[in-house]
Structure formats: structure tokens, C-alpha cells
């Protein structure tokens, strides 16, 4: 399981800085080549138009360092943008938005797993721009962290927790931290930095990473009645969270095991109740094959189903019935999942 964490916590951290690769803030002081029409586009947050100038403006100058590295941050593609970032570093001229090309290249080594190249270039953005500082050291401590150097790591996320950085930068360095030691299987201080981000950071990106990572914390800790809890929480806030699949997938393993309504009942609730079944009647047909279809397609999608035949009135009718629930509000969970899958009314039985 911690194994599984490692690689996920890789995966989180490629997501997250292939996205962030390009977001620029062009704070730069102007150069005399360089439109400032550019760069008033972008304070104002009118992208086209400030597309559109920079695209006529490398129409001329082509090779402009600083064109260069906006048409980076502009490029969509990856590869590209990388390859448009290092060209503008290539160019002999300085330029001010050097630091931040830098920068953006050590996030995209760093997607990369190439973690010595994203650390030296983080490194150099530092002695162009020190107020690069938080990202920078987050990109060496994430390096660090992925190439096995927890001592160094470490140092780099306290760094930024002590330098009086933006909150967004406190949550990002805490949940570093966590991943330190989650990784080395200190578990107490692990959870106890992502607690940090879950407490004071909520509406942070970094929120919904330190609260998948606290539950597993809480499972490697023998604590399983935590650990459900807080699984069962980031499941239902974010089900199409970045590590709502390898949560899942440790459920499906039997690593991580979400007790059922039924499972939580007592010894002596369950001898009361075992009398007592409820289904879910989503059919009684005439024809059996009609029944039988429905069935098959429930199924499918994993559900347990039954046919029943009963007779009313002297005739034949094929009832499809979904699940063997102890306790009705379970049946009603599965009843409203139904309807809302098949857009139609069912009942409850008790058999």
C-alpha cells in the first residue's frame, strides 16, 4: 500500500505541473522591442487579443527571447512549449521573464521524472529571481522527494513553511512534507502535516490530496474505523479526484475494506433482522424473455439480480428483483441509484 501511494503521489505531481506549466504572470519590465499592448492583454486577462499581438509581433522578430517564452506559456502542447521555453533561454540576449522560464522548464522536467534536471533548473531560476523562491524550492522538494532524498526534501518544504511564503504555498509544503514521511512510514508525522493542510487550507487544490492521504495514514495506523471515515469522505466529496481511483482499487483489493450498513449491525440486530430481506422490484413482466433481458443488462453492470415467478389471477408474471438488503435504507440508496440510472419509478419488497 505505501508502495501505491508512492506512484500515485508521482502521478499527482505530473498532473499537477502539466497543468500549472502554463500559467504565467507577466510582471516584467518592458523592453523597447517587445509590444506593450502584450502585456496590458495579459494583466487584463484578454488572452485572444493578446494572442493575436504576439502572434504578430514573432511574424517579425521571430526569434525575440521574450516572444519566445510567451508563445511557450501560449502552446497547449507539452513537448512544444518546453522546446519554445528552452529557445528562449538559448537566445544570447537577457530578458526578464528568464527566471520564470526557468522555472516553468524545471516543472516540466519534473513531470518528466527527470528530478536532478528540474532541481538545477529551479536552482538557477532562484539566482535570477529570488521571488520564484516558493516554487522553486517546491520543485527541488518535490525532486528531492521522488529521487529518494527525504533529508533533503524535507529541508526544501521547512524552508518554505519558515520564509513566510503565500498561504497557497504553506498548503503546497505541508503536503510535501506529509508525502516525506508517509513515504518513509512515519505515518504520526505524516498525518499530522496533512492535517495541517485539512484544517487550514480547505479551499486549497492541496486539500483534496492531504485528505485522500490522511485516511490511508489512518489505515497504515490500525485505525480502520478512521480510516473508513475519511476514505468514505474524500470518495463522496471528490469522486472524480485525482486519487479516487487508487482508493477504489484498494477497496476492490480487499487493502482497504468500507464496511456495508449490514456489517456494522450487531451480532443480535442481525439474528433480529435475518427473517427480514428487502429487494428492489424493478419489473414484473408478462414475458419471460422481456424479464430476462433486463436481468442480463443489471447484471452487467454489476448488480445482483433474481427472477421470481408469481401468479395473479391466473397469470404468469416474472418479477426482477435487484439485491438481498438487511436494512431498508440500504434498499432505498440502491432504489434511488436505479431510478436515476434507468429514469423510471420502482418499489421495495420484503421477502
Same mark, same amino acid.
Given at each position: 500500500?505505501r508502495?501505491?501511494?508512492?506512484?500515485?503521489?508521482?502521478?499527482?505531481?505530473s498532473?499537477f505541473l502539466l497543468?500549472s506549466?502554463?500559467?504565467?504572470?507577466?510582471?516584467a519590465a518592458?523592453?523597447?522591442? +517587445?509590444?506593450?499592448?502584450?502585456?496590458?492583454?495579459?494583466?487584463?486577462?484578454?488572452l485572444k487579443?493578446? /494572442?493575436?499581438?504576439?502572434?504578430?509581433?514573432?511574424? #517579425?522578430e =521571430?526569434?525575440?527571447?521574450?516572444?519566445l @517564452? @510567451?508563445a511557450?506559456?501560449?502552446? =497547449? &502542447?507539452?513537448?512544444?512549449?518546453?522546446?519554445l521555453?528552452?529557445k528562449?533561454l538559448?537566445?544570447?540576449d537577457?530578458? =526578464?521573464?528568464?527566471?520564470?522560464a526557468?522555472?516553468?522548464?524545471?516543472?516540466y $522536467?519534473? #513531470?518528466k521524472?527527470? %528530478?536532478?534536471?528540474?532541481?538545477?533548473?529551479a536552482?538557477?531560476?532562484?539566482?535570477?529571481?529570488?521571488? /520564484?523562491?516558493?516554487?522553486?524550492?517546491?520543485?527541488?522538494?518535490?525532486?528531492?522527494?521522488?529521487?529518494?532524498k527525504?533529508?533533503?526534501?524535507e529541508?526544501?518544504?521547512?524552508e518554505?513553511?519558515?520564509?513566510?511564503?503565500?498561504?497557497?504555498?504553506?498548503?503546497?509544503a &505541508?503536503?510535501?512534507?506529509?508525502?516525506? @514521511?508517509?513515504?518513509?512510514?512515519? %505515518? *504520526?508525522?505524516?498525518?499530522?502535516s496533512?492535517?495541517?493542510?485539512m484544517?487550514h487550507?480547505?479551499? #486549497?487544490p492541496?486539500?483534496?490530496?492531504?485528505?485522500?492521504?490522511?485516511?490511508?495514514?489512518?489505515?497504515?495506523?490500525d485505525?480502520?474505523?478512521s480510516?473508513?471515515?475519511?476514505?468514505?469522505? $474524500?470518495?463522496?466529496q471528490? =469522486?472524480?479526484?485525482?486519487?479516487?481511483g487508487?482508493?477504489?482499487?484498494?477497496?476492490?483489493a480487499? *487493502?482497504?475494506?468500507?464496511?456495508?450498513e449490514?456489517e456494522?449491525?450487531?451480532?443480535?440486530?442481525?439474528?433480529r433482522?435475518?427473517?427480514?430481506? $428487502?429487494?428492489?422490484?424493478v419489473?414484473?413482466?408478462? #414475458?419471460?424473455? &422481456?424479464? $430476462?433481458r433486463?436481468?442480463?443488462?443489471?447484471?452487467a /453492470?454489476? %448488480?445482483?439480480?433474481?427472477?421470481?415467478?408469481?401468479?395473479?389471477?391466473r397469470?404468469?408474471?416474472?418479477?426482477?428483483?435487484?439485491?438481498? +438488503?438487511?436494512?431498508?435504507?440500504?434498499?432505498?440508496?440502491?432504489?434511488?441509484?436505479l431510478e436515476?440510472?434507468?429514469?423510471? &419509478?420502482?418499489i421495495?419488497?420484503i421477502?
Open positions: 500500500m508502495q501505491l501511494g508512492q506512484l500515485q503521489f508521482l502521478k499527482i505531481i498532473s497543468l506549466l502554463f500559467v504565467f504572470l507577466p510582471e518592458r523592453c523597447q522591442r +517587445f509590444p506593450e499592448e502584450i502585456l496590458s492583454h495579459l494583466k487584463a486577462g484578454q487579443e493578446a /494572442r493575436a499581438s504576439l502572434d504578430d509581433f514573432r511574424s #517579425s =521571430p526569434d525575440d527571447p521574450r516572444g @517564452y @510567451y511557450g506559456c501560449f502552446e =497547449p &502542447n507539452g513537448e512544444l512549449s518546453a522546446d521555453l528552452k528562449s538559448s537566445r544570447r537577457d530578458f =526578464p521573464e528568464r527566471g520564470e526557468l522555472l516553468k522548464l524545471g516543472q $522536467y519534473l #513531470s521524472s527527470m %528530478y536532478l534536471t528540474a532541481a538545477s533548473q536552482r538557477q531560476s532562484l539566482k535570477i529571481d529570488s521571488t /520564484r523562491h516558493p516554487g522553486a524550492l517546491w520543485i527541488q522538494g518535490t525532486a528531492n522527494s521522488a529521487s529518494e527525504p533529508a533533503l526534501a529541508e526544501n518544504f521547512q518554505i513553511l519558515k520564509s513566510g511564503a503565500e498561504r497557497q504555498w504553506e498548503a503546497w &505541508n503536503l510535501g512534507l506529509g508525502d516525506v @514521511y508517509y513515504q518513509q512510514g512515519d %505515518y *504520526v508525522r505524516a498525518q499530522s496533512y492535517r495541517e493542510v484544517h487550507h480547505r479551499k #486549497s492541496a486539500y483534496s490530496l492531504a485528505l485522500a492521504q490522511f485516511a490511508q495514514c489512518q489505515w497504515e495506523l485505525d480502520p474505523e480510516g473508513e471515515r475519511f476514505t468514505k469522505d $474524500y470518495l463522496e471528490f =469522486p472524480q479526484g485525482v486519487l479516487a487508487t482508493l477504489r482499487d484498494l477497496v476492490s480487499g *487493502v482497504i475494506h468500507l464496511a456495508s449490514e456494522k449491525l450487531s451480532p443480535k440486530e442481525r439474528a433482522l435475518t427473517s427480514t430481506v $428487502y429487494s428492489v422490484q419489473g414484473a413482466f408478462a #414475458s419471460k424473455a &422481456n424479464a $430476462y433486463m436481468a442480463q443488462r443489471l447484471k /453492470r454489476g %448488480y445482483e439480480v433474481e427472477l421470481r415467478t408469481e401468479t395473479i389471477n397469470r404468469r408474471f416474472y418479477k426482477v428483483l435487484v439485491g438481498k +438488503f438487511l436494512s431498508q435504507k440500504r434498499a432505498r440508496e440502491v432504489k434511488g441509484k436515476a440510472e434507468e429514469g423510471d &419509478n420502482f421495495i419488497v421477502r
